[in-house]
T-cell receptor, first 110, second 113 residues
Framework: EDQVTQSPEALRLQEGESSSLNCSYTVSGLRGLFWYRQDPGKGPEFLFTLYSAGEEKEKERLKATLTKKESFLHITAPKPEDSATYLCAANTGTASKLTFGTGTRLQVTL | ETGVTQTPRHLVMGMTNKKSLKCEQH?????MYWYKQSAKKPLELMFV???????ENNSVPSRFSPECPNSSHLFLHLHTLQPEDSALYLC????????????FGNGTRLTVT
């Protein structure tokens, strides 16, 4: 059974304190690894897709990386507006074959 | 409006009521999805439609009934729900089934009393 595990469950950082979120996956035939951001009371917002080990993508203070077993979302010098829940999902087929993790709730304080 | 719009944002219903959730996408996408999001659980895929044809039904109880009249609109009809059905129901769309980046609406927060 395909499985995606995210850690930590919650993370509290001070502004400017860089850190990483982990997404480990056990799936048969990864076709893509996705990161989403979800703010309270809103739906998930697409951030990145990674397709192969070694691939990296960046957006502002966020950088996503992928290995054969896990993906990391690195947050450099975070700001309070980066506070959200970050979800990762592994795709093993068409878009209906996404397996989501339970998310990491990030809080960035001043 | 742009993106994916869901109405209502909040819904409280009794176990014997019948209600419907509505989703509309303004992105010109061909695939639409219903997901259920419960606290501390991963998103659960409920239904998938591609070009108005249902392509997936993930063992969802019959008290949930989807309808996709065209590629821009998706409904979820609810009847005789249980308290454990209380959750955030998210609609999403993608260009097609092979384009995996989903665009989500902001969901309907459903409470069953």
């Amino acid at each position: 059974e395909d499985q995606v595990t995210q850690s930590p469950e919650a993370l509290r950082l001070q502004e400017g304190e860089s850190s990483s979120l982990n997404c480990s996956y056990t799936v048969s035939g990864l076709r893509g690894l996705f990161w989403y951001r979800q703010d309270p009371g809103k739906g998930p917002e697409f951030l990145f897709t990674l397709y192969s080990a070694g691939e990296e993508k960046e957006k502002e203070r966020l950088k996503a990386t992928l290995t054969k077993k896990e993906s990391f979302l690195h947050i450099t010098a975070p700001k309070p507006e980066d506070s959200a829940t970050y979800l990762c999902a592994a795709n093993t087929g068409t878009a209906s074959k996404l397996t989501f993790g339970t998310g990491t709730r990030l809080q960035v304080t001043l | 409006e742009t993106g994916v719009t869901q109405t209502p944002r909040h819904l409280v219903m009794g176990m014997t009521n019948k209600k419907s959730l509505k989703c509309e996408q303004h992105l010109g996408h061909n695939a639409m999805y219903w997901y259920k999001q419960s606290a501390k659980k991963p998103l659960e895929l409920m239904f998938v439609y591609s070009l108005e044809e249902r392509v997936e039904n993930n063992s969802v109880p019959s008290r949930f009934s989807p309808e996709c009249p065209n590629s821009s609109h998706l409904f979820l009809h609810l009847h005789t729900l249980q308290p454990e059905d209380s959750a955030l129901y998210l609609c999403a769309s993608s260009q097609d089934l092979d384009r995996e980046a989903l665009h989500f609406g902001n969901g309907t927060r459903l409470t069953v009393t």
